[in-house]
Protein backbone atom coordinates (compact mmCIF):
# COMPACT_ATOMS: atom_id res chain seq x y z
CA UNK A 1 0.00 0.00 0.00
CA UNK A 2 1.43 3.27 -1.18
CA UNK A 3 1.03 6.71 0.84
CA UNK A 4 1.11 9.96 0.08
CA UNK A 5 3.69 12.00 1.31
CA UNK A 6 0.80 14.26 4.07
CA UNK A 7 -0.34 10.79 5.14
CA UNK A 8 3.58 9.41 5.34
CA UNK A 9 4.23 12.71 7.51
CA UNK A 10 0.96 12.09 9.77
CA UNK A 11 1.69 8.80 10.73
CA UNK A 12 5.41 8.81 10.90
CA UNK A 13 7.03 12.43 10.79
CA UNK A 14 8.49 13.90 7.68
CA UNK A 15 11.61 12.66 6.19
CA UNK A 16 15.09 15.03 6.48
CA UNK A 17 17.26 15.03 3.15
CA UNK A 18 19.72 12.37 5.00
CA UNK A 19 17.18 10.27 4.95
CA UNK A 20 16.76 10.60 8.54
CA UNK A 21 13.19 10.43 10.36
CA UNK A 22 12.71 14.01 11.37
CA UNK A 23 11.21 14.46 15.23
CA UNK A 24 7.86 14.31 14.86
CA UNK A 25 4.72 13.63 17.04
CA UNK A 26 4.33 10.10 17.76
CA UNK A 27 2.17 8.19 15.08
CA UNK A 28 -1.24 7.22 15.46
CA UNK A 29 -2.06 3.79 17.00
CA UNK A 30 -3.08 2.35 13.78
CA UNK A 31 0.10 3.05 12.13
CA UNK A 32 2.13 1.59 15.23
CA UNK A 33 0.20 -1.13 15.16
CA UNK A 34 1.49 -1.89 11.14
CA UNK A 35 2.29 -5.71 11.55
CA UNK A 36 -0.20 -7.02 13.43
CA UNK A 37 -0.71 -10.68 12.30
CA UNK A 38 -3.83 -10.82 10.11
CA UNK A 39 -4.41 -14.06 7.67
CA UNK A 40 -1.73 -13.35 4.79
CA UNK A 41 0.25 -10.90 2.83
CA UNK A 42 1.58 -6.69 3.71
CA UNK A 43 -1.01 -4.13 4.65
CA UNK A 44 0.67 -0.96 6.28
CA UNK A 45 -0.73 1.76 8.06
CA UNK A 46 -3.61 1.25 9.52
CA UNK A 47 -3.89 -2.56 9.30
CA UNK A 48 -2.20 -5.61 9.72
CA UNK A 49 0.84 -8.01 8.40
CA UNK A 50 1.13 -11.43 8.78
CA UNK A 51 3.18 -14.83 6.89
CA UNK A 52 1.50 -17.92 7.37
CA UNK A 53 2.44 -19.59 10.23
CA UNK A 54 3.87 -23.47 9.96
CA UNK A 55 3.71 -23.04 13.59
CA UNK A 56 1.83 -26.16 15.48
CA UNK A 57 -0.50 -24.92 17.92
CA UNK A 58 -1.75 -27.02 21.30
CA UNK A 59 -5.87 -27.95 21.07
CA UNK A 60 -6.76 -28.34 25.00
CA UNK A 61 -9.74 -28.95 26.10
CA UNK A 62 -11.89 -25.71 27.01
CA UNK A 63 -13.17 -27.27 30.37
CA UNK A 64 -11.13 -26.44 33.49
CA UNK A 65 -9.37 -23.41 34.29
CA UNK A 66 -6.96 -22.16 31.54
CA UNK A 67 -5.32 -19.41 31.70
CA UNK A 68 -5.87 -16.27 29.84
CA UNK A 69 -4.76 -12.95 28.80
CA UNK A 70 -5.84 -9.49 30.30
CA UNK A 71 -6.07 -7.53 32.54
CA UNK A 72 -7.96 -5.03 30.06
CA UNK A 73 -8.76 -1.68 30.81
CA UNK A 74 -10.76 0.66 29.01
CA UNK A 75 -8.83 2.71 27.22
CA UNK A 76 -10.60 5.26 24.76
CA UNK A 77 -9.41 5.81 21.30
CA UNK A 78 -6.97 3.56 21.25
CA UNK A 79 -7.93 0.89 18.39
CA UNK A 80 -6.08 -2.73 18.75
CA UNK A 81 -5.37 -4.59 15.33
CA UNK A 82 -6.56 -7.06 14.13
CA UNK A 83 -5.70 -11.33 14.63
CA UNK A 84 -7.09 -14.40 14.86
CA UNK A 85 -9.65 -14.40 17.54
CA UNK A 86 -8.53 -11.15 18.38
CA UNK A 87 -11.24 -8.34 19.55
CA UNK A 88 -10.76 -4.69 18.49
CA UNK A 89 -12.37 -1.79 19.66
CA UNK A 90 -16.43 -2.06 18.39
CA UNK A 91 -18.71 0.35 15.97
CA UNK A 92 -21.62 2.41 17.95
CA UNK A 93 -23.87 -0.79 16.75
CA UNK A 94 -21.48 -3.24 18.45
CA UNK A 95 -21.61 -0.94 21.61
CA UNK A 96 -25.55 -0.77 21.62
CA UNK A 97 -25.82 -4.54 21.08
CA UNK A 98 -23.42 -5.09 24.21
CA UNK A 99 -25.04 -2.53 26.57
CA UNK A 100 -28.60 -3.35 25.13
CA UNK A 101 -28.13 -6.93 25.92
CA UNK A 102 -26.94 -5.91 29.52
CA UNK A 103 -30.51 -3.44 29.80
CA UNK A 104 -32.90 -6.51 29.52
CA UNK A 105 -30.99 -8.57 31.87
CA UNK A 106 -32.19 -12.16 31.53
CA UNK A 107 -30.70 -11.30 28.38
CA UNK A 108 -27.09 -11.14 29.15
CA UNK A 109 -25.66 -13.53 28.25
CA UNK A 110 -23.08 -13.67 31.73
CA UNK A 111 -26.01 -13.64 33.78
CA UNK A 112 -26.37 -17.65 33.70
CA UNK A 113 -22.56 -17.70 35.43
CA UNK A 114 -23.61 -14.78 37.98
CA UNK A 115 -22.16 -12.04 36.16
CA UNK A 116 -23.38 -8.91 34.92
CA UNK A 117 -22.60 -6.58 31.51
CA UNK A 118 -21.43 -3.14 32.68
CA UNK A 119 -20.63 -2.10 29.22
CA UNK A 120 -18.16 -2.58 25.87
CA UNK A 121 -13.81 -2.51 25.83
CA UNK A 122 -13.42 -4.03 22.39
CA UNK A 123 -15.52 -6.25 19.67
CA UNK A 124 -14.47 -7.77 16.47
CA UNK A 125 -15.88 -10.10 14.01
CA UNK A 126 -14.75 -13.58 16.15
CA UNK A 127 -14.64 -12.00 19.48
CA UNK A 128 -15.71 -9.37 21.90
CA UNK A 129 -14.35 -8.19 25.33
CA UNK A 130 -16.90 -6.44 28.00
CA UNK A 131 -16.53 -5.28 31.26
CA UNK A 132 -18.31 -6.86 33.50
CA UNK A 133 -19.26 -8.14 37.34
CA UNK A 134 -19.56 -10.75 39.15
CA UNK A 135 -23.08 -10.43 41.17
CA UNK A 136 -22.26 -11.69 44.75
CA UNK A 137 -18.83 -10.24 45.30
CA UNK A 138 -18.98 -6.80 43.03
CA UNK A 139 -15.98 -7.68 41.48
CA UNK A 140 -15.30 -5.76 38.45
CA UNK A 141 -13.78 -7.92 35.45
CA UNK A 142 -13.43 -8.28 31.76
CA UNK A 143 -14.53 -11.31 29.89
CA UNK A 144 -13.70 -12.28 27.12
CA UNK A 145 -16.19 -14.10 24.35
CA UNK A 146 -16.03 -16.48 21.17
CA UNK A 147 -19.39 -17.68 19.39
CA UNK A 148 -19.00 -20.85 18.62
CA UNK A 149 -20.61 -20.77 15.63
CA UNK A 150 -18.42 -18.40 14.10
CA UNK A 151 -15.48 -20.21 14.91
CA UNK A 152 -16.99 -23.40 13.50
CA UNK A 153 -16.74 -21.45 10.08
CA UNK A 154 -12.94 -20.22 10.46
CA UNK A 155 -11.29 -23.63 12.10
CA UNK A 156 -8.00 -20.89 11.96
CA UNK A 157 -9.73 -18.65 14.43
CA UNK A 158 -10.87 -21.59 16.73
CA UNK A 159 -7.12 -23.18 16.22
CA UNK A 160 -5.72 -19.26 17.16
CA UNK A 161 -7.55 -19.81 20.56
CA UNK A 162 -7.04 -22.89 21.59
CA UNK A 163 -3.04 -22.07 20.88
CA UNK A 164 -3.65 -18.66 23.27
CA UNK A 165 -4.90 -20.89 25.98
CA UNK A 166 -2.40 -23.53 26.36
CA UNK A 167 0.48 -20.98 26.97
CA UNK A 168 -2.11 -19.05 29.17
CA UNK A 169 -2.30 -22.32 31.13
CA UNK A 170 0.72 -23.12 31.49
CA UNK A 171 1.31 -19.84 32.96
CA UNK A 172 -1.31 -19.98 35.25
CA UNK A 173 -0.27 -21.86 38.31
CA UNK A 174 2.89 -19.68 39.34
CA UNK A 175 0.66 -16.64 39.00
CA UNK A 176 3.18 -14.31 38.75
CA UNK A 177 2.70 -10.54 39.62
CA UNK A 178 3.62 -9.37 36.37
CA UNK A 179 1.83 -11.62 34.17
CA UNK A 180 -2.07 -11.23 33.67
CA UNK A 181 -3.90 -13.25 35.18
CA UNK A 182 -7.12 -15.44 34.08
CA UNK A 183 -9.47 -15.71 36.18
CA UNK A 184 -11.70 -18.42 35.13
CA UNK A 185 -13.73 -20.12 31.66
CA UNK A 186 -16.97 -20.44 31.24
CA UNK A 187 -18.66 -22.75 28.70
CA UNK A 188 -21.85 -22.73 27.42
CA UNK A 189 -23.67 -24.13 24.13
CA UNK A 190 -23.30 -21.16 22.05
CA UNK A 191 -19.98 -19.22 23.46
CA UNK A 192 -16.55 -19.68 25.41
CA UNK A 193 -15.89 -16.68 28.33
CA UNK A 194 -12.68 -15.96 29.55
CA UNK A 195 -13.76 -14.11 32.79
CA UNK A 196 -9.90 -11.79 33.03
CA UNK A 197 -8.35 -9.65 35.34
CA UNK A 198 -9.24 -5.74 35.30
CA UNK A 199 -6.87 -3.24 35.36
CA UNK A 200 -8.20 -0.13 36.01
CA UNK A 201 -4.78 1.94 35.78
CA UNK A 202 -4.86 2.14 31.98
CA UNK A 203 -1.86 1.21 29.72
CA UNK A 204 1.20 2.31 29.67
CA UNK A 205 1.17 4.13 26.28
CA UNK A 206 -1.99 6.53 27.59
CA UNK A 207 0.19 7.16 30.55
CA UNK A 208 3.40 8.09 28.37
CA UNK A 209 0.94 10.50 26.65
CA UNK A 210 0.56 12.48 29.91
CA UNK A 211 3.72 12.11 32.02
CA UNK A 212 6.91 13.77 30.34
CA UNK A 213 10.02 14.20 31.93
CA UNK A 214 11.41 17.85 32.03
CA UNK A 215 14.91 17.34 31.91
CA UNK A 216 15.28 16.06 28.52
CA UNK A 217 16.14 18.58 25.84
CA UNK A 218 13.27 20.48 24.44
CA UNK A 219 12.32 19.42 20.86
CA UNK A 220 14.20 15.62 21.54
CA UNK A 221 11.22 13.74 23.18
CA UNK A 222 9.24 13.83 26.11
CA UNK A 223 9.86 10.37 28.32
CA UNK A 224 8.96 9.45 31.47
CA UNK A 225 11.64 9.84 34.23
CA UNK A 226 14.49 7.35 34.61
CA UNK A 227 13.35 6.34 38.19
CA UNK A 228 9.94 5.51 36.96
CA UNK A 229 11.21 3.60 33.96
CA UNK A 230 13.64 1.81 35.74
CA UNK A 231 11.20 0.67 37.96
CA UNK A 232 8.69 -0.65 35.39
CA UNK A 233 11.73 -1.84 33.10
CA UNK A 234 12.19 -4.47 36.17
CA UNK A 235 8.78 -5.69 36.77
CA UNK A 236 8.82 -6.46 32.61
CA UNK A 237 12.18 -7.78 32.10
CA UNK A 238 10.78 -10.15 35.55
CA UNK A 239 8.24 -11.11 33.50
CA UNK A 240 9.96 -11.98 30.34
CA UNK A 241 12.22 -14.02 32.90
CA UNK A 242 9.33 -16.25 34.41
CA UNK A 243 7.62 -16.52 30.90
CA UNK A 244 11.15 -17.73 29.11
CA UNK A 245 11.93 -19.87 31.94
CA UNK A 246 9.12 -22.13 30.90
CA UNK A 247 9.96 -21.61 26.93
CA UNK A 248 7.06 -18.99 26.69
CA UNK A 249 8.18 -15.93 23.79
CA UNK A 250 5.18 -13.48 24.06
CA UNK A 251 6.17 -12.00 20.59
CA UNK A 252 4.06 -8.75 20.94
CA UNK A 253 6.07 -6.43 23.72
CA UNK A 254 4.81 -3.01 23.12
CA UNK A 255 3.18 0.13 25.37
CA UNK A 256 -0.51 -0.91 24.46
CA UNK A 257 -0.19 -4.45 25.77
CA UNK A 258 1.35 -3.47 29.39
CA UNK A 259 -1.46 -2.19 31.58
CA UNK A 260 -1.16 -0.62 35.06
CA UNK A 261 -2.93 -2.33 37.95
CA UNK A 262 -4.52 1.18 39.61
CA UNK A 263 -4.48 4.48 39.45
CA UNK A 264 -0.87 4.49 41.59
CA UNK A 265 0.76 3.81 38.22
CA UNK A 266 3.55 2.00 40.36
CA UNK A 267 2.93 -1.90 38.99
CA UNK A 268 2.36 -2.73 35.84
CA UNK A 269 1.30 -6.41 34.11
CA UNK A 270 2.03 -7.65 30.64
CA UNK A 271 -0.92 -8.98 28.68
CA UNK A 272 -2.43 -10.07 25.31
CA UNK A 273 -0.88 -12.86 24.66
CA UNK A 274 -2.22 -13.45 21.45
CA UNK A 275 0.89 -14.40 19.80
CA UNK A 276 2.78 -15.91 22.36
CA UNK A 277 3.57 -19.63 22.07
CA UNK A 278 5.66 -22.36 23.80
CA UNK A 279 8.26 -22.62 21.63
CA UNK A 280 11.79 -23.07 23.69
CA UNK A 281 14.43 -23.11 21.45
CA UNK A 282 12.61 -24.21 18.19
CA UNK A 283 13.42 -21.80 15.46
CA UNK A 284 10.12 -20.26 14.28
CA UNK A 285 9.00 -18.69 11.18
CA UNK A 286 6.20 -16.84 11.75
CA UNK A 287 6.03 -13.34 11.38
CA UNK A 288 4.02 -11.84 13.84
CA UNK A 289 3.87 -8.74 16.34
CA UNK A 290 3.89 -5.39 15.74
CA UNK A 291 6.37 -3.56 12.97
CA UNK A 292 8.24 -0.78 15.15
CA UNK A 293 9.20 -3.50 17.98
CA UNK A 294 9.62 -6.24 15.36
CA UNK A 295 13.36 -7.73 15.62
CA UNK A 296 15.85 -7.39 12.39
CA UNK A 297 15.43 -11.59 12.47
CA UNK A 298 11.73 -11.51 11.79
CA UNK A 299 12.24 -9.75 8.62
CA UNK A 300 14.44 -12.72 7.67
CA UNK A 301 12.69 -15.22 9.39
CA UNK A 302 10.99 -17.24 5.87
CA UNK A 303 14.79 -18.37 5.03
CA UNK A 304 16.58 -18.62 8.61
CA UNK A 305 13.68 -18.72 11.30
CA UNK A 306 14.05 -17.32 14.56
CA UNK A 307 14.42 -18.18 18.04
CA UNK A 308 10.98 -16.19 20.35
CA UNK A 309 13.19 -15.26 23.66
CA UNK A 310 15.70 -12.89 21.93
CA UNK A 311 12.91 -11.52 20.06
CA UNK A 312 11.22 -10.16 23.08
CA UNK A 313 14.28 -8.79 24.73
CA UNK A 314 14.50 -6.98 21.57
CA UNK A 315 11.10 -5.28 22.01
CA UNK A 316 11.76 -4.80 25.04
CA UNK A 317 14.98 -2.24 24.37
CA UNK A 318 12.75 -0.49 21.91
CA UNK A 319 9.95 0.11 24.57
CA UNK A 320 12.72 1.15 27.18
CA UNK A 321 13.97 3.88 24.51
CA UNK A 322 9.90 4.61 23.99
CA UNK A 323 9.41 5.34 27.76
CA UNK A 324 13.03 7.44 27.95
CA UNK A 325 11.97 9.30 25.02
CA UNK A 326 8.05 9.22 24.84
CA UNK A 327 8.63 7.97 21.30
CA UNK A 328 8.84 4.93 19.06
CA UNK A 329 12.77 3.53 18.31
CA UNK A 330 12.13 3.55 14.78
CA UNK A 331 10.17 5.30 12.98
CA UNK A 332 9.71 5.86 8.86
CA UNK A 333 7.69 6.88 6.11
CA UNK A 334 7.05 3.03 4.64
CA UNK A 335 7.81 -0.81 5.50
CA UNK A 336 10.48 -0.93 3.64
CA UNK A 337 12.08 2.20 4.87
CA UNK A 338 11.40 1.06 8.79
CA UNK A 339 12.28 -2.89 7.72
CA UNK A 340 16.14 -1.19 6.64
CA UNK A 341 16.19 1.15 9.95
CA UNK A 342 15.29 -2.09 12.27
CA UNK A 343 18.15 -3.78 10.22
CA UNK A 344 20.49 -1.41 10.52
CA UNK A 345 19.49 -0.57 14.30
CA UNK A 346 19.28 2.84 13.12
CA UNK A 347 17.14 4.04 15.78
CA UNK A 348 16.27 8.12 16.75
CA UNK A 349 19.29 9.66 18.35
CA UNK A 350 19.80 9.51 22.07
CA UNK A 351 17.99 12.79 24.05
CA UNK A 352 20.88 15.16 25.58
CA UNK A 353 19.58 14.42 29.06
CA UNK A 354 19.38 10.23 28.70
CA UNK A 355 21.72 9.03 31.16
CA UNK A 356 24.94 6.67 30.04
CA UNK A 357 23.43 4.04 32.46
CA UNK A 358 20.04 4.18 30.20
CA UNK A 359 21.69 3.96 26.98
CA UNK A 360 24.30 1.42 27.83
CA UNK A 361 20.72 -0.86 28.68
CA UNK A 362 18.98 0.47 25.23
CA UNK A 363 22.42 -0.86 23.29
CA UNK A 364 22.63 -4.06 24.83
CA UNK A 365 18.82 -4.77 24.44
CA UNK A 366 19.19 -3.59 20.25
CA UNK A 367 21.70 -5.85 19.42
CA UNK A 368 21.25 -6.75 15.58
CA UNK A 369 22.68 -10.42 16.41
CA UNK A 370 20.25 -12.31 18.67
CA UNK A 371 22.82 -14.22 20.28
CA UNK A 372 24.96 -11.34 21.67
CA UNK A 373 21.44 -9.49 23.24
CA UNK A 374 21.13 -9.06 26.42
CA UNK A 375 18.91 -12.12 28.15
CA UNK A 376 15.86 -11.02 30.84
CA UNK A 377 17.90 -12.13 33.76
CA UNK A 378 20.78 -10.06 32.12
CA UNK A 379 18.64 -7.11 32.34
CA UNK A 380 17.60 -7.27 36.39
CA UNK A 381 21.15 -7.70 37.11
CA UNK A 382 22.02 -4.42 35.12
CA UNK A 383 23.48 -1.64 36.94
CA UNK A 384 21.39 0.81 36.04
CA UNK A 385 18.07 -0.66 37.00
CA UNK A 386 17.20 -0.92 40.88
CA UNK A 387 17.85 -4.24 42.43
CA UNK A 388 15.81 -6.98 41.88
CA UNK A 389 15.10 -10.16 43.37
CA UNK A 390 15.17 -12.83 41.05
Not at 288 to 309: D, F, I
Request: aromatic share 6%.
Amino acid sequence: MKLNTAAAARLYGPVGGNGAAALSERPSNTARNGARVATAGTRFGSTTVRSMSTEPTAAPSLTGSPRADGPYSERPGRPTSARPGSARPGTASDHSRVCASSRRGSADQLSPFGFETLGPIAAGAFSQVVRGRHTATRREVAIKSWTRTKLARAPHHLSAMKSELAVLKLLQPSGHQHIANMVEVLESRSAVHLVLEYACGGSLHRYMQSRGNPNLQAGVGSGLHEEVVATLMSQLAAALLHMHGLGVAHRDLKPENVLFTDASHTQVKLCDFGFALRCGERRLRTVCGSAQYMAPELHTAVCEGYLGMPVDQWALGALLYEMLHGKPAFRAVSMEQLKLRILRVSHEPFAAGCSAGARSLVDALLQQNAETRLTARDVLTHAWLPSYSI
